[in-house]
């Protein structure tokens, strides 16, 4: 029975929770937890979940009933198993959770997570009087200062790319979002941390960083010069931490791309040509509706002055489908966007209804059917995009980071500066480099490359035009 005590954190949503995962693992390290792959072995079990879709949300609960089962299981073995949920169905539903869910000893939302040891020992003592506890409040204290910085090795483990949240939560209010209640106003961290942070990351091997936040271009965080600095200034900083490769930020809002945010994607060659612009509708009348505060010709706008400073510039986009009061008319020219934007990817999902949202409660609810079959018809015109943007790429010779082993022996996966899996056949001590390669195939998901010898590393023209 000694040894030092087993994690499990299981994390849902965006890239965020697996920032915020990393994060807990690291704070309760020093408590002497290891992290173990197999929830079956775990002392602690945290679930890291997400609210944005009822879909999401309710998978927490059917994990949770998993998770009681092994909490069962342990205790018959005389082994106490403790079960936490964060994130943010913690936030949103809080009490809820303990009264669905018996199993659950600690629910912990995104802005209190940094006191889980505290926590965790409250909840210890709470659990001999019979009682759980939930920590769901906004503290006035800054939770980065409180955060327990990995080890070298913990980072190390957790390979060549990695995430830094630059700035959290959300004053936009779409309609249908439920992020600004559940992760609060929006916060930026101070430029020094984070390019400490990013230091400690390229220190111990990480190459690539996206800066992350949940509307990331709004970033005004404090600079070292006593000023305010915006997400084009911070990426020029963080570009200059030696040993950092390439850069990436996500997710960013339409409305809040501004020149500084352009001129760096024609500057800064370390900042990859692809850039995560969510539109969720091409109606005027819908993303009013949803308070998105630009309309389709703005958006489309913001796209012509990007590709003007970057013309490989690669764009990907969420999309909801089913908003209430959406026509067939509005779903038009949600698909007239698509096809003149040509992505290279999106997301698409139907409209779910969250409580606390205004959109919720809309009296013109689009029904499931219709919504499953526009759904449909936006998969079938992203696919189609996204297949002649990969097939653009036979042939091109372009940079990939080699990350990890791949799905055959002697294969090496990477990712290409437009953010595509890329498979290659390359020895293991090449993990961590940034490497030329020549795209030989293409498959429906990733695509096909060999090395280039040493000397072929230009690029081939321009992607831009691939849009049709
Ligand atoms: N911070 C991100 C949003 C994260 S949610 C951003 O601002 O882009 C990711 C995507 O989920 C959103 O872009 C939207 O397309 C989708 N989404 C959010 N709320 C939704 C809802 N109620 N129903 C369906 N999709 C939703
Ligand atoms: Fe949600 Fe993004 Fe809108 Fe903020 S900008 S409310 S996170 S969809
Ligand atoms: Fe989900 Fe919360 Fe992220 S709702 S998408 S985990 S901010």
Redesign the pocket.
Known sequence: MSGPRKLYVKSYG?QMNVYDSHRMADLLAPEGFVETAAPEDADLIVLNTCH??EKAAEKVYSELGRVAKLKQDAARDGRRVTVAVAGCVAQAEGQEIIRRAPAVDLVVGPQSYHRLPDLLARAEREHRRGERVVATEFPIEDKFAFLTPPTTSATRARGVTAFVTVQEG?DRFCT????PYTRGAEVSRPAATIIAEVRHLADAGVREVTLIG??VNAYHGDGPDGRTWTLAQLLERVAEVPGIARLRYT?S?PRDVDDGLIAVHRDLPQLAPQLHL?V?SGSDRVLAAMNRRHTGADYLRVIERLRAARPDLALTS???VGFPGETEADFGDTLRIVDEVGYSGA?S??????PG?PAASADDQVAEDVKSERLARLQDAINRHHAAFNAGCRGMTFDVLLEKPGRLPGQLTGRSPYLQPVQVMADTHLIGEMVAVTVTDIGTNSLFGALTAPGRQEMKPALAALGA
């Open positions: 965006c944005i879709r959300c249908f979002c439920v992020v949940q509307n997710t809002h969510p969720q969420d999309f909801i997301f999902f139907k409209y779910s209804a969250r949202t």
